[in-house]
């Protein structure tokens, strides 16, 4: 597992002078080697197979795929299931920093099964789709989709019906209540965190921002990229960089305490690197499944909100970050009231949207800890 604070993509294997040397995503050495040496990319995950898949929304793909990671032991009576999907522009090696002996997500007890959502680059993304989709006909995805995929990976592979623990944060937290409304006699628990159940209209104007940034490029063309768009992910970066932290983190130079020695130094760093590593069409393609994002927008509950959030029989508890600028406390406050069995734990903090993935803030981690052992021991 990667040490705390590093998040390859890959592992890179180079051959030099007979040697094979690994390095990390960023491939500064790469940069350095001659033309006649040889890169291979080793994967880190594995690939669930869908075959055939028809979409929520219609469109049929011939062959579709879900790539996914597991820590842990599978119990021999398969009880101790923990499933934690990606968040927006995510991999599993951004986020699987959380897993760990004791961390929020305990491999030593837990079998952790980390699913890429759709779109994500790795999973069926616009980037891997085979012609006719792609250039410029990319199909719509949504939570739906992510979760019936999820559930066949866990019934036909590893032949578990029933979860311990759905645990996902801001777009995986959004997958963990569709879970618990989709199919509420597998789900025993779930923690969501800064997430909702329907993204609220204030939540969709941020999107169409972000959205606007990236087809302002002028790459965009007929619906896609015709190449890089480098300004935009720049520029997207800085839009989301204002909207995912709280104006206090800012006010008071929070950042410092990650280590980096100016304002400019982390938008560069810490956001514009962040996404410069995405494909733009796959950036947009999670932008529509979030947009989309309702846990009622299907045929079991045709737009009935309140009737799915009462469908949601686990033990849940959420998890709003009480500076969170576009995952409110006020709609979680809302939300968690027409559930059964839910309790509403804000994480009063003043890194925004990020207390949820507090990789660099140890005390938002321990809540999240703290929290996550209690249900577990419930």
């Known amino acids: 597992m990667p040490q705390r604070g590093h998040s390859p993509e890959l592992l890179h294997v180079l051959k030099t002078d007979g040697r094979w040397v690994r390095v990390g995503f960023y491939l500064r050495t790469v940069q350095r080697l001659r033309p006649r040496q040889r890169m291979m990319v080793v994967a880190d995950h594995e690939t669930f197979e869908l075959g055939s898949l028809t979409l929520q929304r219609g469109l049929t793909l011939p062959k579709a795929h879900l790539a996914y990671k597991t820590y842990g032991t599978l119990a021999p009576d398969k009880s101790n299931v923990i499933v934690y999907p990606t968040s927006y522009g995510a991999h599993h090696t951004d ?7 004791e961390c929020v997500l305990d491999p030593e007890r837990y079998f952790i099964v980390i699913p890429n959502q759709f779109g994500n680059g790795l999973s069926t993304s616009p980037s891997n789709l085979a012609e006719p989709f792609g250039l410029g006909r990319t199909p719509l995805f949504t939570h739906w989709d992510n979760v019936h995929a999820q559930e066949r990976l866990l019934r036909e592979k590893f032949g578990v019906t029933r979860l311990a623990l759905v645990y996902g944060w801001s777009m995986g937290g959004q997958q963990a209540l569709h879970w ?10 779930i923690c969501a965190v800064c997430t909702s159940a329907r993204t609220s209209p204030h939540n969709k104007v941020f999107l169409e921002g972000i959205r606007a940034t990236l087809t302002a490029d002028a790459a965009w063309h007929d619906g896609r990229f015709v190449e890089r768009p480098v300004r935009a992910l720049r520029a997207f970066a800085r839009v989301y960089a204002g909207w995912a932290m709280s104006q206090a983190f800012y006010r008071q130079g929070l950042w410092k305490g990650a280590g980096f020695s100016s304002l400019e130094d982390y938008l ?4 514009e690197g962040n996404f410069l590593r995405r494909n733009g069409e796959d950036l947009l393609s999670m932008i529509d499944t979030w947009y989309q ?3 009622s927008d299907n045929t079991v509950y045709n737009g009935d909100l309140p009737k799915a959030l009462g469908a949601i029989t686990a033990r849940a508890i959420i998890m709003p970050s009480t500076t969170d600028l576009y995952f409110t406390l006020a709609d979680s406050e809302a939300e968690t009231r027409l559930m059964p069995d839910a309790e509403l734990l804000p994480i009063s903090s003043l890194w925004g949207h990020r207390a949820g993935n507090p990789q660099q803030n140890p005390e938002d981690e321990a809540v999240l800890r703290t929290a996550v052992r209690a249900l577990l021991a419930s």
């Open 95 to 101: 986020i699987e920093w959380l897993v760990g002996r």
């Open 180 to 189: 618990g409304a989709l199919f509420p006699d597998r789900v025993d628990r």
């Open 268 to 271: 560069v760093r810490a956001w």
């Open 293 to 295: 994002s309702d846990i």
